[in-house]
Structure formats: structure tokens, C-alpha cells
């Protein structure tokens, strides 16, 4: 199965960075577009960004300004720099990958942890 894998969760204080990185790999075909989304608890899941195969983007207006997206097309990579974290921003964050592949493919990563303390 092809699924997205995130890593570069952790725990930071508010006001710093933390930067997020989510591979796919294996029997890859394309790649369309790829995101990020974030769960807190007792919330929904809900957008961050996204970024197409072109590069274009798009951000939560929570984040505008903090976040920035982007992707390594040769890697099959996509990244989060997330700086002037807010205790807000806790939660878990998940890679979203439109995959195109002959295997069986599953768009969601497990996800990662980050915490933000105040």
C-alpha cells in the first residue's frame, strides 16, 4: 500500500518553529495535490494547506503569514514550516497526497503530534 508518512512532530514553545515533512513512497505513478490538515481534541479535522503539482497554494487564514508550504515534486515530499506557533495550533497533523498509483493507496498519513506550550 502507498500512504503518505509525516515526521518532524514534537513539542515547542510559543513562539517557535517546528517543520514538518511528509514522504510517499513506493509505486508511485503522480502525484496531485498534497496538504496538510490538523485535528485538535474534540475538534474536526480541518484544512492548514495545500499545494498543487504547480506549486500553487493555499492556508487557512488562521496560519497566513506563519505557515508556508512546499514540495519537492523529484522527492515525492511535502513540507510545513510552521514558525510563531501559538498554543492554538496543538494538535495532531496529517499529510493528505493524491496519489496515482497501480498499488493500493490510502491519502492519509498517520499523522504527528505537536504541541505547543504557552
Known amino acids: 500500500q502507498v500512504q503518505p508518512v509525516e515526521s518532524g512532530g514534537g513539542l515547542v514553545q510559543a513562539g517557535g518553529s517546528l517543520r514538518l515533512s511528509c514522504v510517499v513512497s513506493g509505486r508511485i505513478l503522480s502525484i496531485d495535490d498534497m496538504g496538510w490538515f490538523r485535528q485538535a481534541p474534540g475538534k474536526q479535522r480541518e484544512l492548514v494547506a495545500t499545494?498543487?503539482?504547480?506549486?500553487?497554494?493555499n492556508y487557512a487564514d488562521s496560519v497566513k503569514g506563519r505557515f508556508t508550504i512546499s514540495r519537492d515534486n523529484a522527492k515525492n515530499t511535502v513540507y510545513l514550516q510552521m514558525n510563531s506557533l501559538k498554543p492554538e495550533d496543538t494538535a495532531v497533523y496529517y499529510c493528505?497526497?493524491?496519489?496515482?498509483?497501480?498499488?493500493?493507496?490510502?491519502?492519509w498519513g498517520q499523522g504527528t503530534q505537536v504541541t505547543v506550550s504557552s
Open positions: 493528505y497526497a493524491n496519489i496515482i498509483s497501480w498499488s493500493p493507496v490510502h491519502s
Open positions: 499545494i498543487t503539482s504547480g506549486g500553487s497554494t
